[in-house]
């Protein structure tokens, strides 16, 4: 999808009210990060009944395959690190074209470090999943929250005061969720403390999760039946 389409989706959903104002929206996603991992992806197809692992760096760290070295369908990891819900949204013919078993889409924090509208997100989040259910109707799809960051471990200044984002945008999520009959997983939990800060245990910069995490990740969706 071209990104001038993305740009007119976004500004339709804004101004939908007479009263909505102007807000920019960054819409951009093709840097050379993306570029390459797309050049990677063309040269790995995804095979047969896979089951896909979609989102940014936070899906793209993790040893996904290993992790579930026991499952009988293949395990496809489909993350872009820096990726937002516009990137993943133009990335979909070729998920979608390989008809996978599963898909677990989890997106959200870098589209917070734009401050996108949340309206924004959640209806590129939608024609993810309508696109889904349109061109590969048998594919499972589970939608997965947003995860919270730490802001006392972060340096950037486009993390700071986005944290107190994470848990609306979640409830829209789930709000999606329920409305499009998919499975909404709230894995914020797992990681998060009472504040719902990202613990420090679980991260070494206060946005990623450690490498073990993972296990805590998967045996979650083990324990929930949703592996």
């Known amino acids: 999808m071209k990104k001038s389409s993305l740009l007119i989706i976004a500004a339709t959903v804004l101004f939908s009210t007479a009263k909505a104002q102007t807000v920019k929206i960054d819409s951009n996603y093709a840097n050379w990060y993306y570029q390459q991992r797309m050049e990677y992806f063309a040269k790995t197809p995804i095979p047969k009944n896979a089951i896909i692992f979609l ?114 945008l979640n409830k829209k999520i789930k709000a999606l969720a329920e409305e499009e009959g998919v499975i909404y997983i709230d894995i914020c939990p797992l990681f998060q403390d009472d504040k719902g800060v990202l613990k420090q245990e679980f991260t070494m910069d206060g946005v990623h999760l450690k490498a073990a995490a993972y296990i805590d990740w998967v045996k979650f969706l083990k324990d929930n039946k949703h592996l």
């Open 55 to 168: 989102g940014n760096s936070i899906t793209e760290r993790a040893e996904w395959q290993e992790l579930l070295a026991d499952s009988k369908y293949p395990i496809v990891n489909r993350g872009i690190g820096g990726d937002n819900s516009f990137g993943i949204l133009a990335r979909m013919d070729e998920i979608v074209a390989a008809k996978p078993k599963a898909i677990y889409l989890m997106d959200g924090i870098n589209d917070q470090f734009r401050k996108l509208p949340h309206d924004v997100s959640v209806y590129n989040y939608k024609r993810i999943i309508r696109k889904i259910k349109q061109q590969s109707p048998k594919t499972k799809i589970y939608v997965e929250s947003c995860l919270p960051i730490n802001e006392s471990m972060t340096k950037e200044a486009y993390t700071k005061e986005r944290n107190v984002l994470v848990p609306a």
